[in-house]
T-cell receptor
């Protein structure tokens, strides 16, 4: 079974400050990891994903995340917050089923609401 | 390129009624997944369709059912609506299912269902 824990349901930062959103996962097989952003009354937009290879993943809008297997973490960062980053962020995990075919089911965390102050 | 679209945008139903939600997948995508997002929660996987066949189901009762059509569009049907079914229903499409390849899922804007 897979699970995702996002530490902190609300994070508040000042414009220009570092953004750090935390995500820990549990998976019995090598995971695929994702970060999605959701603006009010909208669907989910993919920020970045980790499948295999380089553990530091760069995404859109200046976000990046680092896969740390030993810590089972996939924290999202952005060096300098912008007002337009205010949204809800979801970490998600998927993995192959026993047959090795990507099942594609995403298991999401509870979400972290990011507030950016001027 | 047209993205994932869903209809209707909003819907209000009464407890016990039935509802059908629709999703058009992104061009070229043959896999559709449905998720339920209750207020303040992360999305929960309902089921997935690949080439018109159900390919996995989450922890949802049988009154949640679906279809995928030859053009890969999809429907989510919910019978005997309950108050707890009030949620945002998200559809996501992707390229397909292949071993070792993670195709990202592209989400539609969702349908907001309110059950009174």
């Amino acid at each position: 079974a897979q699970s995702v824990t996002q530490l902190g349901s609300h994070v508040s930062v000042s414009e220009g400050a570092l953004v750090l959103l935390r995500c820990n996962y549990s998976s019995s097989v090598p995971p695929y990891l994702f970060w999605y952003v959701q603006y009010p009354n909208q669907g989910l937009q993919l920020l970045l994903k980790y499948t295999t290879g380089a553990t530091l993943v760069k995404g859109i809008n200046g976000f990046e995340a680092e896969f740390k297997k030993s810590e089972t973490s996939f924290h999202l960062t952005k060096p300098s917050a912008h007002m337009s980053d205010a949204a809800e962020y979801f970490c998600a995990v998927s993995s192959s089923n026993a047959g090795g075919t990507s099942y594609g089911k995403l298991t999401f965390g509870q979400g972290t609401i990011l507030t950016v102050h001027p | 390129e047209t993205g994932v679209t869903q209809s209707p945008t909003h819907l209000i139903k009464t407890r016990g009624q039935q509802v059908t939600l629709r999703c058009s997948s992104q061009s070229g995508h043959n896999t559709v997944s449905w998720y339920q997002q209750a207020l303040g929660q992360g999305p929960q996987f309902i089921f997935q369709y690949y080439r018109e066949e159900e390919n996995g189901r989450g922890n949802f009762p049988p009154r949640f059912s679906g279809l995928q059509f030859p053009n890969y569009s999809s429907e989510l049907n919910v019978n005997a609506l309950e108050l707890d079914d009030s949620a945002l229903y998200l559809c996501a499409s992707s390229l397909g299912l292949l071993a070792g390849i993670s195709y990202e899922q592209y989400f539609g804007p969702g349908t907001r269902l309110t059950v009174t």
